[in-house]
């Protein structure tokens, strides 16, 4: 087992994470993209610290993106709610006013 | 410091699963079996991160993500009903870009990371890295825990923001002239 191999894993579920979240049309679905980026990111900062800084530094940082994806989580059910309160959908594509 | 052999084969075992089981979030036909990937998905990875010695950090995986597909769940019944929860669908736009793009950054991320010099480990872990990671938290690294507080404490207003039905702009208008407010749900005082 080593480094390169653990994160070539992690890059794996965060391009699959990608895919979902460029592709999906349904709001949720597209959080499921975002929190398949965020285990890739867990995944790869969890390899930094076993083989690279064992240290409670490390730690932090993954408990840092462990909030992140809390706050991901939070504001996209807050999102679905109101586009299905104001648009009776739940499809990104019913939301693009501010397109440009 | 090492896992051994019995450790190496279930960290890749499940790793294949981490990622077969991501791949199937988008792959399956229903948007409550892919939750119940993204769950596995997220299991699999959980156990990873208590394989390298991270138990705190690998339970709070496990139990956040269960709690959140569960809220998923509900959501998506909430939104959709039961029945079209569970009916195949398949809803995408701009599929060949997405495909493309996912393609290419892997291959990009691959080749950094066999390409990047990467140095020797420094040190071995801490017999206990959960009480180490409380001791730093409370002494040298208090300000990212209080920076995330602050940041959490926005997500909360945000999201109340976002999703309460009876807010000022619901009642005013977008402009906020609207005289007498309409009140989606009427009540208080005197009304």
């Known amino acids: 087992m080593t480094l390169q191999l653990v994160l070539v894993v992690a890059a794996a579920l965060f391009s699959v994470g990608v895919y979902g979240a460029l592709s999906q049309q349904v709001v949720v679905m597209v959080m499921m993209g975002l929190e398949l980026m965020l285990n890739g990111v867990i995944l790869a900062a969890v390899a930094c610290y076993w083989f690279l800084t064992p240290t409670p530094t490390a730690q932090v940082v993954l408990l840092v993106v462990i909030a992140a994806m809390t706050v991901e989580m939070a504001m996209g059910f807050a999102v679905a709610t109101l586009l299905h309160r104001s648009r009776n959908s739940d499809m990104t594509d019913m939301a693009t006013d501010l397109r440009g | ?191």
């Open chain 2, 1 to 191: 410091m090492s896992i051994g052999i019995a450790g190496t084969v279930v960290f890749w075992v499940l790793a294949v699963i981490a990622v077969l089981a991501g791949a199937a979030v988008f792959w399956v036909d229903s948007m409550a079996r892919a939750t119940y990937a993204l769950a596995v998905s997220f299991v699999a990875v959980g156990i990873q991160v208590l394989l390298l010695g991270l138990s705190y950090i690998g339970v709070i995986t496990v139990l956040m993500m269960i709690m959140e597909m569960a809220i998923m769940a509900v959501y998506m019944i909430m939104f959709m009903g039961m029945n079209p929860a569970l009916m195949p669908m398949s809803m995408v736009h701009g599929k060949r870009t997405a495909v493309a793009t996912a393609t290419g950054l892997f291959l990009a991320l691959t080749a950094g990371i066999l390409l990047a010099p990467w140095p020797a480990r420094s040190g071995d872990p801490v017999p206990d890295p959960t009480a180490a990671l409380g001791e730093v938290l409370m002494g040298s690294k208090m300000l990212v825990m209080i920076v995330v507080s602050a940041v959490l404490l926005a997500t909360v207003i945000a999201a109340l923001v976002l999703a309460l039905p009876r807010g000022r702009y619901d009642r005013f208008g977008d402009d906020l002239r609207r005289r007498p407010p309409t009140d989606p749900q009427p009540g208080g005082v005197g009304r």
